[in-house]
């Protein structure tokens, strides 16, 4: 346990799905972060909430919607998916956006969309 | 556009060889430097860092930071099979909001 959670581990949602992702750590943090991995291509950060304000939003698609109710929590609610979003979505965090001495990341959940 | 190049690999050394991960990234301006390794299936775990120019030793790991020519670079000693993995080499400017990851190379060891 890398005092990062996120859940759930495996989902598989069709294109008319709604779900959510979830993602709690237990460091005092106050930066958290969603990065979307495929096979083969470097990590994409997909957004930054910064003492619960959203401060990075790197060009995501609207059927991703973050939500960051405390500095604690950090979701991404998906919907109306396509096949292509299918990767491993990581949530990290750090002590504070911009000042970083290192991201810890959660295990991730590997999203399959059918 | 920042990146952050490494080769992807697959890079195999023997057991007890010194393997050797090497990264180079685009901004000069770049302050801090992690290493990340990543078994399959699970998520980046924070191995290394180095902030300033030469060598940081820690047990069997080894980071080489050199600026002037942006080269990062990772040596591992006594290679175990435990170490296969990919190694993912991680850049952030102290002014940005983030750190920018290269694809990672793919470490194989063999016993």
């Known amino acids: 346990e890398t005092g990062v959670t996120q859940t759930p581990r495996h989902l598989v949602m069709g294109m008319t799905n709604k779900k959510s992702l979830k993602c709690e750590q237990h460091l005092g943090h106050n930066a958290m972060y969603w990065y979307k991995q495929s096979a083969k291509k470097p990590l994409e950060l997909m957004f930054v909430y910064n003492f619960k304000e959203q401060t990075e939003n790197n060009s995501v698609p609207s059927r991703f919607s973050p939500e960051c109710p405390n500095s604690s929590h950090l979701f991404l609610h998906l919907h109306t998916l396509q096949p292509e979003d299918s990767a491993l979505y990581l949530c990290?965090?750090?002590?504070?956006?911009?000042?970083?001495?290192?991201?810890?990341f959660g295990s991730g959940t590997r999203l399959t969309v059918v | 556009q920042k990146e952050v190049e490494q080769n992807s690999g697959p890079l195999s050394v023997p057991e007890g060889a010194i393997a050797s991960l090497n990264c180079t990234y685009s901004?000069?301006?770049?302050?801090?430097f992690f290493w990340y390794r990543q078994y399959s299936g699970k998520s980046p775990e924070l191995i290394m860092s180095?902030?300033?120019?030469g060598d940081k030793e820690d047990g069997r790991f080894t980071a080489q930071l050199n600026k002037a020519s942006q080269y990062v670079s990772l040596l591992i000693r006594d290679s175990q099979p435990s170490d296969s993995a990919t190694y993912l080499c991680?850049?952030?400017?102290?002014?940005?909001?983030?750190?920018?990851f290269g694809s990672g190379t793919q470490l194989t060891v063999l016993p």
């Open positions: 991680a850049v952030h400017e102290d002014s940005a909001r983030q750190l920018t």
């Open positions: 990290a965090s750090s002590q504070e956006a911009g000042q970083t001495r290192g991201y810890t």
């Open positions: 901004d000069r301006v770049s302050q801090s």
């Open positions: 180095i902030y300033s120019n």
